[in-house]
């Protein structure tokens, strides 16, 4: 538990997919090493679920609001602002989930973009005029993308587009932040076992005993990782997949 030494003391940390596996492990990381966290995810019942989940903790917060729109965006950052007056580290954790180009409609490849890549953007832009106007000079923005961009599966065209577009804008973005002294860490995780994959709990235990898909909580660690290094050390890519992912 956290402590005078926790690593990541009074630090204030978003974490947008805060209700999913991957955002609710790393919330719980960072609230034990001293952190203050702020969750976010459209389904207010599933975030009470983490309220719940993590009411040991005093210093974890939580707003609903869908941030592949404008509104819900706008939304999350008023949340920011009256409970807090700075921010130190954004966390991106927003993700859905995509099917063949194909057999989506116009709303529903859209969604996919909005989700994946729009609310990247949009909420990174509402973090670093956060962590500039605080005057720190260790802020920090992760954004976790996916190595599917690597694998270029059939059947992920619209997903791949999105992950593609979060890799691009991490990749130069960061060099665009150094002289602010931002650092910015892509995370790109191979399967993951969480209910964005479209399985039952039962399958999804499985298929991370068979190393086929990560837990969620290595993903956090390697989250974690970044988040803890010295501020004059930049993790640029960390690369994170099962034993035995599928590559095709």
């Known amino acids: 538990m956290n402590g005078p030494m926790a690593i990541l003391q009074d630090k204030r940390v978003l974490i947008t997919g805060g209700a999913g596996g991957v955002g609710r492990a790393v919330a719980r990381r960072m609230l034990?090493?001293?952190?203050?966290?702020?969750?976010?995810?459209?389904?207010?019942?599933?975030?009470?679920?983490?309220?719940?989940?993590?009411?040991?903790?005093?210093?974890?917060?939580?707003?609903?609001?869908?941030?592949?729109?404008?509104?819900?965006?706008?939304?999350?950052?008023?949340?920011?602002?009256?409970?807090?007056?700075?921010?130190?580290?954004?966390?991106?954790?927003?993700?859905?989930?995509?099917?063949?180009?194909?057999?989506?409609?116009?709303?529903?490849?859209?969604?996919?973009?909005?989700?994946?890549?729009?609310?990247?953007?949009?909420?990174?832009?509402?973090?670093?005029?956060?962590?500039?106007?605080?005057?720190?000079?260790?802020?920090?923005?992760?954004?976790?993308?996916?190595?599917?961009?690597?694998?270029?599966?059939?059947?992920?065209?619209?997903?791949?587009?999105?992950?593609?577009?979060?890799?691009l804008f991490a990749e130069t973005l960061r060099k665009e932040l150094m002289a602010e002294r931002i650092r910015l860490t892509l995370i790109e995780p191979g399967a993951i076992g969480t209910h964005l994959q479209p399985y039952s709990d039962d399958k999804l235990a499985e298929f991370v005993a068979q190393a086929e898909m990560l837990p969620a909580t290595e993903v956090a660690d390697a989250i974690m990782y970044a988040a803890t290094r010295p501020p004059n050390v930049d993790v640029v890519t960390l690369r994170i997949e099962p034993l035995n992912q599928k590559i095709c």
């Open 32 to 167: 034990d090493q001293g952190a203050q966290v702020l969750i976010s995810d459209r389904d207010d019942i599933i975030l009470e679920e983490v309220r719940h989940d993590l009411g040991a903790f005093g210093n974890l917060y939580a707003v609903a609001a869908d941030i592949s729109t404008q509104e819900g965006v706008a939304r999350l950052f008023e949340h920011v602002d009256e409970r807090w007056d700075d921010l130190d580290i954004l966390i991106a954790c927003t993700g859905v989930g995509s099917g063949p180009l194909l057999e989506m409609d116009d709303a529903g490849w859209r969604n996919v973009i909005n989700a994946n890549l729009m609310s990247y953007v949009a909420c990174t832009k509402g973090a670093i005029d956060r962590i500039k106007a605080s005057g720190i000079s260790d802020g920090m923005i992760i954004l976790v993308g996916s190595i599917s961009v690597h694998i270029k599966a059939v059947g992920e065209s619209v997903y791949n587009a999105s992950k593609g577009g979060v890799a």
